[in-house]
């Protein structure tokens, strides 16, 4: 380690930085020798996404929140279709404060994209804690069905117990919008049902509660709707059932 600390240039990414830097990888004595050597060289321009994922998880580990979002800059800058960069930028925002209007505007790079266990979780409580819980809720539920992982369902579960979270699972709507669960009498007996685009039941989004309707299941047949529940409630019934 001495003699390539010797020969190393600390502001170029060559052959030699880059031996230096596995030699202090291999041994957490040299922790901070690498932190700093890494810094140098982000400060230098000399950066690949590997180093700057490095360091990241450094700063990360010390609370250096600053150096955080320094890095996520440049991070989103190097791979700005990367998800992950994006989601990892969003905390790094939110740990330094004073930046809800940016979090806010990024939310769009997360709608309709796969995220990792660990971004779906950290996103819901940035997104929660700026007051922004109807996105979180969707982030976590678009997942959720996309995934149908463990560890988020039992997140989900976790959170409803937060009581403005529950409020928006378990909310009772005054209008008909698509995957809610919705209640409809049909022929004096009650029937639930999912409001999917494509169904016989699409013809109901933007209906209001008390509203009757025509549908055609084998018949024309006229429905009352009864009840209008969010699509989180359904996926919180849904994730009980399978709990047993």
Not at 157 to 162: A, D, G, V
Request: overall charge negative; some cysteine.
């Amino acid at each position: 380690i001495e003699i390539c600390e010797h020969y190393a240039d600390y502001s170029i990414l060559d052959m030699r930085t880059i031996l230096l830097i596995d030699l202090y990888k291999s041994n957490r004595v040299y922790s901070q020798k690498l932190y700093k050597l890494l810094h140098g060289l982000r400060k230098s321009h000399q950066m690949t996404v590997d180093t700057l994922s490095l360091e990241l998880n450094f700063a990360i580990e010390v609370g250096d929140a600053d150096r955080c979002l320094e890095i996520t800059s440049e991070l989103v800058k190097l791979k700005p279709d990367n998800i992950t960069a994006w989601a990892n930028h969003v905390q790094s925002l939110f740990r330094c404060g004073g930046h809800e209007e940016e979090i806010i505007a990024l939310k769009s790079k997360f709608v309709g994209n796969a995220l990792s266990v660990q971004a779906t979780i950290a996103l819901f409580r940035v997104y929660h804690a700026i007051n922004e819980t109807q996105f979180a809720l969707d982030i976590l539920y678009d997942q959720i069905v996309i995934t149908k992982d463990q560890e988020l369902k039992d997140f989900f579960i976790s959170m409803h117990l937060n009581r403005e979270v529950d409020r928006l699972i378990t909310l009772s709507k005054n209008t008909v919008e698509k995957d809610d669960l919705v209640v409809l009498e049909i022929d004096g007996q009650d029937k639930e049902c999912v409001i999917t685009r494509g169904s016989v039941y699409d013809v109901l989004i933007g209906c209001k509660l008390g509203n009757k309707r025509i549908i055609t299941l084998t018949d024309d047949t006229e429905v009352e709707i009864k009840s209008i529940h969010p699509k989180y409630y359904k996926m919180l019934r849904d994730i009980y059932k399978e709990i047993g």
